[in-house]
């Protein structure tokens, strides 16, 4: 509100301000998907009707009814079912995957930022050669040496992803270290160790967090697109990637077995990508 009263203020100004911003509608959708992401990770037989494995050779590419609410495969198996089996891997491996990376970013990126000039300059070049590569070619770099599997699909999509949170962090820490609260715990004789811990490091690491909330339906976006192209996880595991991979060869009479599962990834990771930015924003500006 102006303290003119001959100014009136904007009604989108007084709407844009008003309410609780985690109550509105483009925060409660996609954390309300989100939730239920989280809940078929947790308890998947709650939601699905039949385990992933379960073969019917009566219902062979049957059409989605309420049977079988997403069709079955050229198997017999509930593809409704596999779909939320498959996300507790397909979750898990973007999980795990974000962890490695921020960790990973966390520890590079403090080294660029506070290390002795001359390793300091050997490990940003690193850096920079890392952030030159697209992270799914770099992922797919990690597969061939390690090979396929949840584990190191885990691992590769983590290490390709580094550079993004290192490069982030290395910044915040460059801002922070010339604060004057810094300059006062120097002054007052605090060990580097400390400084680092007790004030850098914290004060550094809000946006990496928001980062790694929308890094995270990447993570599952580019481990999904390793086991399409059948470098991840092995079939017949029931992996969300796997699972489009399984429906190429039957697009023309079976369109569903991959179009509803895509659905789903696309939802997924569209609703992780939307909820961090929302907090992002609510953080950054409280509306």
Known sequence: MSSDPFVMPLPGAIHQHAGNPWLRPKTLLPAAFVLLLILAVIAPHAFAAFTPDDMDMNAV????????????????????????????????????????????????????????????????????????????????????????????????????????????????????????????????????????????????LRPLLILATLGLGQSVLTSSSLSFLGLGVVPPTAEWGALLADGRDYLDIAPWISLLPASVVALSVISITLLGRRLQTILATGI
């Not at 590769?156 to 290192?166: K, N």
Request: net charge positive; proline share 5%; aromatic share 4%.
């Open 61 to 204: 590419l049957a059409r989605p009814s309420l049977a079988h609410w997403f069709g079955t495969d050229s198997l017999g198996r509930d593809l409704y079912s596999r779909v939320i089996y498959g996300s507790v891997l397909s979750l898990s491996i973007g999980l795990g995957a974000t962890a490695v990376a921020c960790g990973g970013g966390i520890i590079l990126g403090l080294l660029c930022a506070l290390a002795p000039p001359t390793i300091r300059s050997v490990l940003v070049r690193l850096l920079d050669i890392l952030l030159a590569f697209p992270e799914l070619l770099l992922a797919l770099l990690v597969i061939a040496v390690l090979g396929r599997g949840p584990t190191n699909t885990l691992l590769a999509v983590g290490l390709s992803g580094i550079g993004s949170y290192a490069r982030l962090l290395r910044s915040q820490v460059l801002q922070v270290k010339i604060s004057g609260y810094i300059e006062h715990a120097v002054a007052l004789g605090e060990s580097p160790t400390h400084i680092i811990l007790r004030h850098i490091l914290p004060n550094s």
